[in-house]
Structure formats: C-alpha cells, structure tokens
C-alpha cells in the first residue's frame, strides 16, 4: 500500500536562522503557550497543546486545517540535552495521544517507521540562533547527530580565540 | 490503495487483487477509509465499488509534501512568535532563566 512503500530512509533537513537568543528559541519550543501559536502549516491554527516536556514525556496538539479539519500530533521524547538538543518521535494520533494510521486521515505521512526526529539548538553568538530540524533520522544517527554543533562551536571558539590573538 | 483508487472507481475485489493480503483485510482497510470519508462505497448488483472523494483527494495533495511542507511553514510561523517574545521581553526588562 502506498504509505508501506516509502521503506527507504530519506532524511529531512529544514534550517532556521532566527533573530533571538538561544534561550528563547528554546522557550518557544517547549512551552505549549508559545507552541500553539506557531504549531503546523500555514493557515493551520493549534487549539489546544498538552506538554510533558521530559524524557518518556509526550507533547499532544490539535492543529486544525483552514476547512476546519482537526488532526491531532503526539510526539514523544526521548531525548533532551537543555537549550541544544531534542530527540523526538512524531506521529498522527487521536485526540487521546494514541497513534493512528496517517492514511486514515488521507494523508500520505513521509515518516519511517523508527525513525526520530532531531532537532538542534545552535547559538550563533551574535543573539541570532539558528535552528535544525532533521526528520526521519534512525537513531544510531539521532544520537550522534548533536556532535556536529558541538564541533561547530569548538570552532567558533578556536576563531574568536585565534582572532583576539591575531590582534 | 489510495494511489489505485486516485485512478478511478475500483472494486472490492480488484483492489484486494494487486496486495498478497485477504479480502477481510482489505475490507477493514476500506472501512476506515470510509469513516474517515476518503472513500465512497457503493453497491453495484453483488459488487462493492470504491472510488475517491474528490475532496479527499485534494486533501491527499494537500499533504503530499507534509513532513517538510509542516516544518517550513511551522518555522515561518516560529519566526513570528519568537519575534515577539522578544519584544515582550525587551519590553519587561530583560529578565533571563525561569
């Protein structure tokens, strides 16, 4: 059936660069205050969010379509580094958080099964942040994922230093 | 199924026919659809006809690009939101940490 054949892992990488310290990217992020005003596409309203942000905790959110259609988003969580990183599973739920076949709502989901979501918190130093979603990521690589922005700040640090020494 | 059904209306049988599961199974499966009003199932003499709601098929493009398409367009909508928790903070005096 259609939402059985995608059985090859294809990776989703979406970036942001936001003008905002990392703390409040990271706020708006994991307080369901601000998650229901930004949660889902465009013209997608969220009426309702219930957040148990912690690891084997779970965020429940109703997004509502412009015709007035409500889906229903459970993710869960199995990983938190604070204001760096969020490992997390997503899926179509019903309004009680319990996973549900996509398809029953006619809706061709790209998600692998077993696949998590990664999403990376990077302080840009300049009160700008930049975040990265990366979707359906197995988690042997989920894990590791986070490496990279450390590296990228071990970096920036090495520039600043050999900057302030090149003066 | 779906991508069968987005051909035009097929029966019970002929959509049972291209799948190595039984006829019971794909029974439910159309069921659900049903509930969800994606599909329309008709009788026609002894044979059950499915066809598509042409508004679910719209919604089905809606959503071919979802995963992505949701996490854009989430961002865009961030933006704005972070936006102005910024102003709110800069406003109260900027106050860190919970």
Known sequence: MAENTANETERMVVTRVFDAPRELVWKAWTDPKYVMQWWGPKGFTAPYCEMDFRVGGKLLCCMKAPDGQEFWNAVEYHEIVPYEKIVSLMYFSDSKGNKIDPAQLGIEHESVDGAYDVTLFEDLGNGQTKLTFIGNEPMESAKNSGQLEGWNQILDKIAAVVEALAK | ?98
């Open chain 2, 1 to 98: 199924m779906i991508e069968r059904l987005s051909q035009g209306p097929v029966s019970v049988r002929g959509l049972t026919e291209p799948f190595a599961v039984s006829q019971q199974m794909i029974s439910k499966h159309i069921a659900c659809l049903v509930r969800a009003r994606i599909v329309i199932k008709t009788k026609r003499g002894r044979e059950s006809i499915c066809r598509l709601r042409p508004e679910a098929i719209k919604t089905v493009s809606d959503w071919a690009i979802s995963y992505r398409q949701f996490w854009e367009e989430s961002f865009d909508k961030l933006d704005v939101v972070v936006k102005q928790m910024k102003k709110e903070e800069s406003r109260d005096g900027r106050k860190h940490g919970e």
